[in-house]
C-alpha cells in the first residue's frame, strides 16, 4: 500500500505512470467511456481549510470511477473538536478504502498516514501541494511544452514552491525560483530537492530578482502572496512583494512561447496581471479541468498498489 504526501517518495517512472493512466481516462471520458476502476469504493476527505478545486474534482473523479466521496469539513467531525489525529485515522481507514486531506501542518497528515489502514492522499498541506502538480504536468504534456523545460517560479516560497520544486528535482528539468528576500522556500525542503536534482540532472536555483528567474523560461508560474492561514498578514506582503507580479513586462523576460500556469485562486493585479492572465487563460483553465483526470489516474494507480 501506497500513500501520496510528496512528490519526493515518487518515482519518475511513477510520476509518469500516474499521468499516463489519467490520460486514458480523460480520454475515455471525453468518449462517454466510464470504466468503474472503483465500484463500491468511499474515499473520505477531510477539509481542514477551504477549497473549490480539490473538492469538486475529488468528488467528481470519485463518483466517475464507480465509487462515492464523503466530504468531511473539520466543523462537522470531532476532529476539529479535539479527537486525536490518530484515534480519525483508525477509524476512518476501518470504512473508507482512500482518505483525501487538507490541512495546515504537514506533520498531521504523516501522522494520520501512520495510523491508516487505507492510502492517504495530500490534498494539500502548508508545506506541499502535490495532486496539484501531477495536474500540472500532465497539462504540460498535452500542450507539447514537457520536454527541454525551463521552468520559473516568481513569488511566495511556499507548498505550490515546494511542490515545483520535488516534480523539477525528480524529473530532471530546470527550475529557477524568485522571491521577496524573508520569504524564500523552506531551507531543509530546498536542500533535499537539491540533493534528488544531482540524480536526476536537474539544477533548482534561487534568488531575489524575478527578470533572473524569467530569463528564456519555457514555462512560468506564480501563486497567491498570501496563502490559507496567513490572512492576517495580507496587506503587509502586498507591499513587500511589489515587483513580483507577473505581468508583460516580466513576462518580456521569458521565451518568446512561454506558457504561464497557475494553480488558481488567482488574484489579478497581485501576483499575475489581468493581461497576463487572460492571455494565458485557456492552458490555465486546461490545468485546473486536469486536477479531475490526473487525481483519477492516482486513485486508479493506488488502488493498483493495495
Ligand atoms: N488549486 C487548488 O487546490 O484549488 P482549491 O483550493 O480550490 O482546491
Ligand atoms: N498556496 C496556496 C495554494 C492554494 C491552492 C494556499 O496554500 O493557500
Redesign the pocket.
Known amino acids: 500500500m501506497r500513500h501520496f504526501l510528496t512528490l519526493k517518495d515518487y518515482t519518475k517512472e511513477e510520476i509518469l505512470e500516474i499521468i499516463k493512466i489519467g490520460l486514458e481516462i480523460k480520454k475515455n471520458l471525453k468518449n462517454g467511456v466510464y470504466k468503474k476502476e472503483l465500484k463500491m469504493q468511499t474515499l473520505g476527505m477531510i477539509f481542514e481549510?477551504?477549497?473549490?478545486?480539490?473538492?469538486?474534482?475529488f468528488e467528481t473523479g470519485m463518483f466517475q470511477l464507480g465509487g462515492h466521496a464523503l466530504f468531511l469539513s473539520n466543523r462537522d467531525i470531532h476532529l476539529g473538536r479535539g479527537e486525536p489525529v490518530k484515534d480519525t485515522a483508525r477509524v476512518i481507514s476501518s470504512m473508507c478504502d482512500m482518505v483525501m486531506i487538507?490541512t495546515f501542518e504537514h506533520s498531521m497528515i504523516e501522522e494520520f498516514a501512520s495510523y491508516s489502514s487505507v492510502p492517504v492522499i495530500n490534498?494539500?498541506t502548508d508545506s506541499f501541494?502535490p495532486?496539484?502538480l501531477l495536474a500540472d504536468y500532465m497539462t504540460l504534456v498535452e500542450h507539447n511544452k514537457a520536454e527541454n523545460i525551463v521552468a520559473a517560479y516568481v513569488g511566495d516560497g511556499n507548498n505550490m514552491t515546494h511542490s515545483w520544486m520535488m516534480l523539477a528535482a525528480k524529473l530532471g528539468f530546470e527550475l529557477r525560483i524568485a522571491t521577496p528576500k524573508g520569504y524564500e522556500v523552506d531551507a531543509k525542503i530546498l536542500a533535499d530537492a537539491q540533493e534528488l536534482a544531482k540524480e536526476s540532472g536537474s539544477v533548482i536555483i534561487t534568488t531575489h530578482d524575478p527578470k533572473v528567474a524569467l530569463k528564456d523560461a519555457t514555462v512560468v508560474t506564480t501563486d497567491t502572496w498570501t496563502s490559507?492561514g496567513q490572512e492576517d498578514e495580507k496587506e503587509q506582503r502586498i507591499k513587500i512583494f511589489q515587483g513580483f507580479m507577473v505581468d508583460d513586462a516580466l513576462m518580456s523576460h521569458a521565451s518568446k512561447d512561454a506558457e504561464f500556469l497557475h494553480?488558481?485562486?488567482a488574484y489579478r493585479d497581485l501576483e499575475v496581471s489581468e493581461e497576463i492572465f487572460e492571455k494565458h487563460s485557456k492552458i490555465i483553465f486546461d490545468e485546473?479541468e486536469n486536477?479531475l483526470h490526473a487525481q483519477k489516474g492516482l486513485m486508479v494507480w493506488l488502488n493498483k498498489q493495495k
Open positions: 481549510k477551504s477549497s473549490t478545486r480539490t473538492r469538486v474534482s487538507r490534498g494539500l501541494h495532486v496539484q490559507m494553480c488558481l485562486p485546473a486536477r
